[in-house]
């Protein structure tokens, strides 16, 4: 099913910007690494920080579902244990006909280390892509300031 959005429309990979090209090859290759033997869903994601450093995930499934790790969050445990402080791109391909977008739990784990951001998700066969704040994804997210409030 094709989403429609004015604000955040599909567009043809060529329209992708220049510096966002070579972390776009590096999600798709890291996709090819995602163990996801009980879903067959493959991801890979690449974030890019504030000082412009690149760190690669893909989701990591688990015979005990639940323990399962979606490709966002290795990226961002990846970037923080290595040092990482601010994430300022995501980059993102999945295994649907078209982009798609961080789950709930991932958008809140973003948020912590994100705020502004942009995610990019690509299509797995590189055709098209979509480009959205994550203020437009996730709007109303839990933030630490409002636990001592
Ligand atoms: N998954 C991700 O890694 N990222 C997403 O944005 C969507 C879902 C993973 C979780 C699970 O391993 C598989 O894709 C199917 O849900």
């Known amino acids: 099913m094709s989403y429609q959005n004015k604000d955040y429309p599909l567009r043809p ?24 033997p009980y879903s067959q869903y493959l991801v890979g994601c690449v974030i890019v920080d504030s000082k412009g450093k690149v760190f ?20 961002i ?10 994430i300022k791109e995501i980059v993102l391909v999945g295994s649907s006909l078209e982009p798609v ?34 203020s437009a994804l996730f709007p109303f997210g839990f933030t630490p300031d409002k636990l001592h409030q």
């Open 13 to 36: 990979i060529k329209e992708l910007e220049k510096s966002l090209k070579k972390p776009v090859e590096l999600a798709h290759q890291v996709r090819k690494n995602a163990y996801a």
């Open 56 to 75: 690669t995930g893909c989701n990591v499934e688990n015979a005990s579902y639940p323990a399962g790790l979606c490709a966002e969050r290795t990226a």
């Open 77 to 86: 445990v990846k970037m923080v244990s290595e040092g990482g402080k601010k």
């Open 101 to 134: 977008f961080p789950c709930g739990m991932c958008l809140q784990v973003i948020q912590e280390f994100g705020e502004g951001c942009r995610v990019t998700s690509i299509d797995p066969k590189g055709k098209v892509f979509r480009q959205v704040p994550l």
